[in-house]
């Protein structure tokens, strides 16, 4: 998808409805914890837009330099809510045995992650034997070894420097990688400076590679089960608001992102924001397999192929369709 699609969206009305008949509850305060990523645009207009304020909640944004390091929080409890990829949820599920569940699915990268090179290199092939800045371990890394393989390569063939994305970013623009393994805004800041993109996750071979969800610990949503619903329909609206206003969503999430509103419309059509209609399709019918089911399995073949992961995993306990249900049938 090159662009939000401008779809209008009936749940748009019962949403706001329902939203506005639970304020009379006292705000219950929460924190989330994530990465400072466009795919959570959704996220942070229902901020802006008091969307968040409208389902009775006070909540509190704390961003993390990478999808993976709002984990650790998540599992002590010092956050309550996480958004990030299923790379990193099944990894931990099958490395600490981690009880996670997905109750909603934000967006996948399409092309917003990308492998950008100083401008003497214009393809993937030609940084062989050079530095590239990736975060080892984490989901950048998979999607530079899904990248390499494409082309022909393994890790063998290139330096590897350890950083997280939005060190790896900074890292090249002050030249001292050849190449990093990041996302917007870097993307956009190395191309506007001369960088080259020599490979992204509108690759035919990287498509939904990289999906981001909501998630929470199991012992959270079943004692939370009302906060956890009411925090996925505040981000539903703010998807169906963007939809219907995409050049105020466009600032908003600039702003957020510390981008300028047109930067923003081109990270977002790297992107593929979900919304709730996508996320019913994901879930399926009730008492089916679901859909993206199939992603997951890709993701943890990957982990499994590599032995990153010892514990087993049970995909279809970690994908909680009740929230997602029960909203669209509002």
Known sequence: MTQIALRSLAPL???ATYAFATTAMADTEITVGHDWWVGYSGVFVAEDQGFFKDEGLDVTLQMFASPSEALPPLIAG???IGMTTLHNLLLVAGTQGQPFRVGYFLDASNGADAIIAQSDFSSLADLEGHKIAVNIGDLNHMFLIVALEDVGMTEEDVDLVNMAPDAAGAAYMAGNVDAAVTWEPWLTRARQAGGNIVYSTAEPAAQNLILNGIVATETFIEE???VFESYIRAVARG????QEHPDEANEIVGRKLEVSADDT???VAADHI???EDNVAFFGEPGGVPPIRATMERVLGFLQQRE???KPVDIDTMIDRRFVDQI???
Do not use: I, Q
Not at 239 to 242: I, T
């Open 13 to 15: 009305a019962a949403l």
């Open 78 to 80: 010092h956050v309550d």
């Open 224 to 226: 939370n089960p009302g």
């Open 239 to 242: 998807v169906a608001w963007m």
């Open 265 to 267: 419309k081109a990270m």
């Open 274 to 276: 979900y919304d709730l």
């Open 308 to 310: 990153m992961v010892t």
């Open 328 to 330: 669209a049938a509002e």
